[in-house]
């Protein structure tokens, strides 16, 4: 069934690194033409080079996802080099763990506009053209923040949850159709992203046996390309119904989470 993706393109957000990364060298091990999204034109071009060493085509589009006209500009760029799309797959997204007031405003607005709007705004833009060949996916790598907010956390929950339910809500007006949105959601992953989101603690208390591996997550979303699922879990299934049955009793929820994952170091002083 892998030999499908043969031919396909895809477009990744934040494939400089991380999961993002690892998505495109694993689909372009399948044939698949990518496009690789991020801020960091260096470590783009890195990427591409690895790549196009293995005789597989990739192409770097440097934009940043907080501001609207770079997108659109990487759109553009990206429509004359590759034309249609097949595969969109919204990775790119930051959290921080700490207290509400320790959280600058205009970082809450990025993680709002990077985790949630950027996603809408592709999302708009290819979706349009997927619907009129009636073939396409599109794959949003979510969290379980995105369904239960633990706390210290809510900017990041709140960006999170709102794609969840944007996605939700699409895959009802997709059902009748051969185009497909996914909901990946991932616990801890072994990345740049959790060691800049949370302090040493909280990671030293995720030790590295128990994070995913960002080649596993990639080895997922493959799968999910070949057989479409609208929610997708790394992680036993368990994990993802223990999320959603926190919300029933939240507070309840909240002193058992804290049991294992200390408050931010500040929270004391």
Request: glycine share 4%; proline share 4%; aromatic share 8%.
């Amino acid at each position: 069934m892998y030999g499908k993706l043969r031919g396909k393109k895809a477009l990744i957000t934040g494939a400089s690194k991380g999961i993002g990364r690892a998505i495109a060298e694993e689909l372009s091990s399948y044939g698949v033409k990518v496009a690789l999204l991020a801020r960091s034109k260096d470590k783009l071009d890195e990427v591409v080079e690895r790549i196009t060493r293995s005789e597989n085509e990739a192409l770097a589009l440097k934009s940043d996802l907080c501001d609207k006209a770079s997108i659109l500009s990487a759109i553009i760029e990206y429509k004359k080099q590759f034309g249609s799309l097949d595969f969109l797959i919204n990775n790119a997204g930051f959290g921080v763990r700490r207290l509400w007031q320790d959280i600058p405003l205009d970082m809450e607005l990025e993680m709002m506009a990077v985790n949630y709007l950027a996603p809408v705004i592709l999302i708009r833009h290819f979706l349009p053209e997927m619907l009129h060949r009636d073939t396409g996916h599109i794959v949003n790598i979510n969290s379980f923040a995105g369904i239960y907010s633990a706390p210290y956390q809510g900017a990041y929950a709140a960006s999170k949850s709102a794609l969840v339910s944007y996605a939700t809500s699409l895959a009802y007006e997709l059902e009748k159709t051969n185009v497909h949105i996914s909901s990946v959601f991932l616990g801890p992953t072994d990345t740049e992203f959790i060691r800049s989101a949370h302090d040493e603690d909280w990671v030293d208390n995720h030790k590295k046996s128990k994070l995913n591996t960002t080649k596993n997550v990639a080895k997922v979303v493959i799968s999910t390309l070949v057989n479409p699922k609208e929610s997708v879990v790394v992680e036993s299934p368990l994990i993802l119904w223990a999320a959603r049955l926190t919300n029933l009793n939240p507070r309840l929820a909240r002193k058992l989470i804290e049991k294992k994952h200390a408050p931010p170091k500040n929270f004391l002083e």
